[in-house]
């Protein structure tokens, strides 16, 4: 196959590739909205039926074993208050996410477009740099989807596992004591640390993974300017 043929097709695999992950991408971005409404929807209901099983262990501690409502409201808002800030970032986290996504989506399709005019023109140290930008873009993209995704699933799991603990204490009925909602209380805080602590050290390794990745990446962009200018010339 002649040079110009071999860089024709090597050029065509590379823009065919890039615009495939963006259709990708915005296939993507365009179920995301309802992706996120349905959580918001999954997080009220949830919030309502932890209310309700709130107010009834309230009522049960109160009349059973004459915990008084005050003391209960001041011991349970530890749950709360944790549960309320974790809503309020992943709703603040579902609008930052979006707005991010159009704007990478944005400036994919832009560099996308330069990057075909610079190889058009001849301009090869300007295609590859475009090329660089592209991956880079794309690099945020993936890292930000795999940040929500892990962040929405961590919380659905907490809120689980939340719902679960009050609904066994409650299901204690008569038998229900002050020892047990306290022993509750200290594993949720025992839990809550081993949490923050595995979201610390993932916060670490995802760092350490990003600097593995920079410096392959570098390397590997290197082997395809190689690949580039050996068709080239």
């Not at 709130?54 to 530890?78: G, Y």
């Not at 993209?141 to 603990?165: A, I, P």
């Not at 009050?166 to 047990?180: M, P, S």
């Amino acid at each position: 196959m002649p040079l110009a043929a071999e860089k024709d097709v090597f050029l065509d695999n590379t823009i065919n590739s890039y615009e495939t992950r963006i259709e990708s991408i915005e296939s993507f971005f365009c179920t995301a909205g309802q992706i996120f409404q349905d959580f918001q929807e999954s997080l009220f209901s949830t919030r309502l039926e932890r209310e309700q099983i709130n107010n009834q262990l309230r009522e049960t501690l109160a009349q059973k074993v004459s915990l008084r409502k005050k003391d209960f409201d001041r011991m349970i808002a530890i749950i709360s208050s944790y549960l309320d800030e974790n809503e309020k970032e992943i709703r603040q986290l579902s609008h930052t996410y979006l707005k991010e996504q159009t704007e990478l989506v944005h400036q994919l399709r832009e560099s996308l477009r330069n990057f075909k005019d610079a190889l058009t023109q001849g301009r090869d140290e300007k295609a590859i740099e475009l090329q660089t930008l592209i991956k880079e873009i794309l690099t945020k993209q993936d890292k930000s989807k795999t940040e929500v995704t892990s962040k929405l699933k961590e919380f659905q799991r907490g809120q689980q596992h939340t719902s679960k603990m009050l609904k066994e204490l409650l299901a204690k009925g008569d038998k229900l004591r002050v020892r047990d909602f306290k022993a509750m209380l200290a594993q949720f805080k025992k839990q809550r640390k081993h949490r923050m602590a595995c979201q610390f050290k993932r916060r670490e390794d995802v760092l350490d993974m990003l600097g593995k990745f920079k410096v392959e990446r570098i390397q590997a962009e290197r082997d395809r300017l190689e690949e580039y200018n050996a068709v080239v010339t």
